[in-house]
């Protein structure tokens, strides 16, 4: 089973909406199978990951497409605690 097939399976078990596990799939689809053993790997150990992705995902779509620097700047500062708390 491929590392995406094993992620779809864990997505679908979430407690992500239908409509946020298309569009979390659609843009994991977009990485190569071997760029995803990280993220696999986070997501089988600690599933809370898939929503934390997803949001960042989401959040940052939304500065992006509403050219928000504010947001974009609050997000990256969010992910920087993140990295901060894992190491």
Known sequence: M???EKIKNLILSSNLTTE???EFLNLLSQIQ???LEGILSLFEENKDWMKKFYNNYKFKKQ???NKDKNLWNKIL???K???EKIN
Do not use: G
Request: no cysteine; proline share 0%.
């Open 2 to 4: 491929s590392n995406l």
């Open 20 to 22: 946020e596990q298309k």
């Open 33 to 35: 199978e071997k760029d």
């Open 63 to 65: 500065a992006f497409e």
């Open 77 to 79: 500062d969010e992910e």
């Open 81 to 83: 605690e993140e990295l």
